[in-house]
């Protein structure tokens, strides 16, 4: 294949990747790495490479927007930043020194895990109860709703910790955002509303690629030819999907079409993974 | 007396990554512009892993970007934009020392410390 063609292909899968990704909540690593490695054949390192690269400007990107409207808790995503980026670094190492097929096989995993996860629906009761160590830490906080700004506490934060840990080391290993881990571990654990924890945790992702992100630039797992086209397709996809207001109810529409996708492609990862054809 | 708060950090790291994501982005597609106009009828093969080609190493950028080669200038974008939210993070840190928040201070300057490590990691190939 030329390198135009190429490009232009992964152009158009980017955009669409970034498009679903921000209507889903998902990011777009989540159809990047699928399409670079089982339908064009590239080598995962580069397809976890490009992909990390472009987690990076989608965070970076809305995170620009959501900081600037105070919902995000920048003292609770600072902390937290320290799990996932010492999470990222080890995720990063270890993914040198791991045979491909089991990344693949990892990588189709997390993407079902995910995708359901990304269906259940989330009912967070604010708590009363305030934690000493969230006390010390200035968590609890609110944010500014329709009907004036709401209080709400942080509790079980070692917890959070250990979860954000493990969301930092998938990050790194498979080269995606892994936002629905660090929601789960935010509003499951922790108990943080919906709105700030969505917020927060995209705000955290691209420190914590850029993590791993240093560790495979020095490899030269992140190729200039590849990366250019998914960087470009996913923000414009990105943006494109931040525009586009979703009712609700086509909502839950996109994500149950958007979970069967995803778990198809996931089964191809793990088959083509124990295989050994990637 | 002037009292920084919160908001005012907020404004700023808003307008480091937007302003950061915007450069290196248009870097890339210049980059992106000049790669397809030379190398657009080359034959790729991403199938194996080829090791770290000379123009992603510090010395080999600097001389691409100075000849004007394209993945060069891409590549600079890209570490522009790996570099996007790390700056963000050393934003905060200067921030929460002018609010006399030490503690933050100190959270932040770990983050700081523990990129520079992954960065410094040896793991270079």
Known sequence: MSVIELTIIILIGSYFAGLLGSLTGLGGGFIIIPLLTLALHVNIHYAIGASLISVIATSSGSAAAYVKEGITNMRL????????????????????????????????????????????????QLTKHKSYLAQKLK????????????????????????????????????????????????????????????????????????????????????????????????????????????????????RIIFAIVVSVVAVQMIYNGILGKI | ??????????????????????????????????????????????????????????????NGILTFRGRSIIQCGIILLIATPIIRVAFSAVGFALEKDYLYTGITLLVLLIILASMLGGHAG
């Open chain 1, 77 to 124: 995503g600072m902390f937290l930043e320290i799990a996932t980026t010492a999470g990222a670094m080890a995720g990063a190492i270890a993914a040198i020194y791991t045979p491909t097929q089991y990344i693949a096989i990892l990588f189709g995993l997390i993407l079902i895990t995910s995708a359901l996860m990304s269906l259940h629906k989330k009912t967070v």
């Open chain 1, 139 to 254: 968590f609890n906080s609110s944010y500014p709703s329709a009907e004036g700004p709401v209080e709400y506490n942080v509790i079980n934060v070692a917890g959070g910790f250990f979860a954000m840990l493990f969301a930092g080391v998938i990050s790194g290993l498979l080269g995606i955002g892994s936002g629905a881990l660090k929601v789960v571990a935010m509003d499951g654990i922790m108990r943080i509303p919906f709105k700030v924890s969505t917020t927060t945790s995209n705000f955290m992702i691209g420190v914590t690629a850029a993590a791993s992100a240093v560790v495979y630039l020095q490899r030269g797992y992140i190729d200039p030819g590849l990366s250019m086209p998914v960087v470009i397709g996913v923000l414009l996809g990105a943006v494109t999907g931040s525009k586009i207001l979703v009712q609700s109810s086509s909502s839950k529409w996109i």
């Open chain 2, 1 to 62: 007396m002037n009292k920084l708060k919160d908001t005012d950090i907020q404004a700023v790291i808003g307008w480091v990554l937007r302003t950061g994501v915007m450069l290196s982005v248009g870097i890339v597609f210049l980059g992106g512009a000049i790669y397809l106009y030379r190398h657009g009828h080359d034959v790729t093969d991403y199938r194996t892993f080829k090791g770290i080609p000379a123009y992603v190493q510090l010395n080999g950028i600097i």
